[in-house]
């Protein structure tokens, strides 16, 4: 295998030297130039097969998939000693938290499915992993290169309200390094208690006036980065490394249907934030398609709430601008006859011009949103897509849409996921919420669901 790898900036081409030990922002993101400054993770996959599911860790399984490992055996690290820190991690996460990365399940329910009225609903169940989400996976794959990257520093620093931060403590914790967490106020109790316990410090953070828009524990977490600290995030725009670690669910559900010889459904419905769970699923299946164990990409559907929904506003805004582009008017087409008008037309020169150019134009179709409405799926409720370029994309080029989930939505949601006898919380059902909102008829009801059941409910 080539052990070939880099970062590069989807928004302005910018490549990072593969030996960068800080590979986690495009070096021009400051630029104030309104591109959207993202980097995506390039592997030369020439010669590369998909890996076998021949060991309970994915990380391990798929360790020739990531950055991290290429960077490190570059350096003359053996493939042996890899493997030998991801097993004395996974000890010491096992220790503190009674978990350690194993495949999760992947579940159908004929009780969730007929309750629910959809059938064919694969779940990929993510209560049961390290600190009870799938956060941890975002910050194992940072943790692997920080663990080969002596140089790139020691303190660690994340934003986030709730499992990202108890997924952080406890990565943090096994691999001995310090964690400071920007929080809001308002953070779950029994999440700060336990980042007390691990040794996190924790660091509250108003919403005042003062501060410019867009979330305050964001803007206190990158000026702590500016001043030294390593992103320790899972959103891909503060750090890219966290896709790494986010793919191995991807990898692990196509694994899982080989296994079963069952066909993948063609749609994927994911629940959105910050969007770094949706990116990191769009480029694992594309890492996979290259690598031949899929045929195809699925449809992707991007779930917000109603009640805060910034991809859905920029995706709305884009469809207008290239049926205007096109010389077409959008009139009163169903969402999913605008998804089925991107198939055709994205490749047009005006339209492509439009969709193409829409990551060097960021603030026309990415803003912060004004308010900080409540709702049950607390963990989605991120002022903006930080991630969302790539979901747009997904979007365009599979044909899928954005749905938006209601209150009652996510409460039935969660009443379905205890049908399923899944004790997932309303952020972790949010996806299947979403689903349920798809009330046009697609005809895709044949070629099955997958969604994700990202976290437990305390
Ligand atoms: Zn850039």
Known sequence: MSLASRLICAGCDTALSPQEARPFCCPRKDAGDDVDHVLGIELDLEGDAFPEADDPDPFVVFRKLFHSYRF??????????????????DRALAETDGRSFRFTPLVRSRELESAAGIANVWIKDETGNVGGSHKARHLMGIALHLAFAQEAGRELSISSCGNAALGAALVAKATGRPLKAFVPPAADALVLARLEELGTRVVACERTPE????????????????????????????????????????????????????????????????????????????????????????????????????????????????????????????????????????????????????????????????????????????????????????????????????????????????????????????????????????????????????????
């Not at 350096?75 to 097993?87: H, L, T």
């Open 72 to 89: 490190a055996r570059r350096k003359g690290v053996e493939d042996a000693e890899f493997v030998a820190r991801v097993r004395e991690i």
């Open 211 to 458: 501060l410019p828009p867009g979330d305050p524990c964001t803007h206190r977490f990158r000026a702590d980065v500016a001043g030294g600290a390593l992103p320790f995030s899972v959103q891909g725009s503060d750090n890219a490394l966290s896709l790494e670690g986010g793919r191995t669910l991807v990898w692990e559900m196509v694994s899982q249907f080989k296994e079963s010889s069952m066909p993948l459904p063609d749609n994927v419905v994911i629940q959105v934030g910050g969007g770094a769970l949706g990116s990191s699923f769009v480029q694992g299946f594309e890492t996979a398609l290259q690598l031949g164990a899929v045929e195809r990409l699925p449809r992707f559907f991007f779930v917000q709430t109603e009640k805060l929904h910034p991809l859905e506003r920029a995706w709305r805004r884009l469809t207008e601008d290239a049926y205007a582009a096109a010389g077409e008017s959008p009139g009163k087409r169903s969402n999913a006859e605008h998804a089925a008008w991107w198939l055709e037309h994205r490749e047009d020169e005006e339209v492509r011009r439009v969709w193409r150019g829409a990551r060097r134009r960021r603030s026309r179709y990415m803003q912060p949103w004004k308010t900080a409405p409540k709702s049950l799926a607390t963990g989605i409720l991120d002022d903006e897509t930080y991630d969302g370029f790539v979901l747009l994309d997904a979007l365009i080029r599979t044909g899928g849409w954005p749905l938006l989930a209601s209150e009652e939505g996510l409460s039935r949601s969660q009443e379905l996921a205890d049908v399923a006898g899944i004790p997932a919380c309303a952020t972790a059902t949010a996806g299947l919420a979403g689903l349920l909102a798809l009330d046009e008829a697609t005809g895709f009801e044949d070629q099955g669901w997958a969604v994700l059941f990202t976290g437990e409910r305390r």
